[in-house]
């Protein structure tokens, strides 16, 4: 193909018509804008679903010898008035950890745990008992924020030093577009928001900028070596050249996070579910955000002086027809 030949030969013009992503690059700009309305009228009037590690609450180990089953538990301690726990095995099956938010109808902790042990059955002991203060809630939440802005400004840095300022501010706004939209889903849905979604959240920042970063390099590799094309038809060469490898790469870790929230049971859904749909807009977002900013952000593109003056070519190099 005729990418895989460019170093041996320079072409004046490639063997293969490119899509015409940028001519219908308004309707990722449409996507985007309904992402951010929506989720910003989302967070403003129905905010994010806390979970414990957020809103402090009482964290309960118990042991037995014969396995616990999960569902069960979760069962009786609804039953039992206790709403939105989690419980997780562990050791196979015998031992057993329940998170539960904190309430003041049920007492304090030593209170909670006198009542929670009834409901797991026949032979079971208490392991340990702790309780997670708003204080400490309060203070994972920022530093959880804090985290995700510090990652994705590390990120547009990076790419501004191995790039141009133009690319660094195109992946700043593309990265916090697609960790926006994450958190977005939550508040939607109103899926329990964690420590562990704010895992899914740092690992979509940093699949969405590695999908980014290869458009990136292609777009700079073409631009050396078509000087004198226009910068839309460019960039369709560019994103073209890289669609097969993004769409694969999108299907095979698409493949991994489907199951692991069709297998991974209640405790991995939220943050399966971040990683399902950050995969899918971070792969939109490569294409239709990311590629159609260079043409509007402030900075230099290489070559930027031929295209503005519309030189001829000194070999014959018609642009690609779209």
Not at 217 to 237: A, Q, T
Not at 249 to 271: K, Q, R, Y
Request: proline share 5%; with cysteine; aromatic share 10%.
């Amino acid at each position: 193909m005729w990418w895989d030949k460019q170093s041996a030969q320079p072409q004046a013009r490639p063997d293969k018509k490119p899509f015409p992503f940028m001519k219908i690059k308004w309707i990722g700009f449409i996507v985007t804008a309904l992402i951010f309305g929506i989720t910003t009228w989302s967070l403003a009037t129905r905010g994010l679903n806390m979970g414990l590690d957020f809103t402090g609450g009482v964290l309960i180990e118990a042991v037995k010898t014969t396995p616990f089953d999960e569902g069960t538990v979760r069962t009786a301690l609804e039953k039992g008035g206790f709403h939105e726990t989690v419980v997780q095995t562990s050791e196979g099956g015998k031992r057993v950890m329940i998170r539960l938010p904190s309430s003041e109808g049920h007492g304090d902790i030593e209170a909670i745990t006198r009542q929670v042990q009834p409901m797991l059955g026949e032979g079971v002991r208490i392991d340990q008992s702790s309780a997670v203060g708003a204080k400490v809630s309060g203070e994972l939440f920022t530093r959880g924020i804090f985290g995700c802005l510090a990652a994705i400004t590390a990120i547009a840095i990076y790419v501004w030093f191995r790039f141009e300022s133009k690319f660094g501010w195109a992946s700043f706004v593309t990265t916090f577009h697609d960790v926006y939209a994450v958190v977005g889903l939550f508040s939607v849905t109103q899926m329990t928001f964690d420590l562990t979604i704010v895992a899914g959240v740092l690992t979509i920042a940093g699949y969405s900028i590695n999908d980014t970063v290869v458009v990136f390099d292609r777009i700079r590799e073409m631009l050396k070596k078509y000087k004198r094309m226009p910068l839309p038809e460019v960039i369709d060469i560019s994103i073209t050249v890289t669609l097969t490898r993004t769409v694969i790469t999108s299907v095979c870790t698409m493949l991994a996070a489907v199951a692991m929230l069709l297998l991974g049971g209640p405790v991995l859904f939220g943050f399966a579910a971040s990683i399902c749909f950050g995969i899918i807009i971070g792969t939109y977002s490569s294409i239709f955000v990311a590629a159609p900013l260079l043409m509007f952000l402030p900075g230099r593109i290489p070559g930027t002086k031929y295209r503005a003056q519309g030189e001829k070519p000194e070999e014959t190099a018609p642009p690609v027809a779209s």
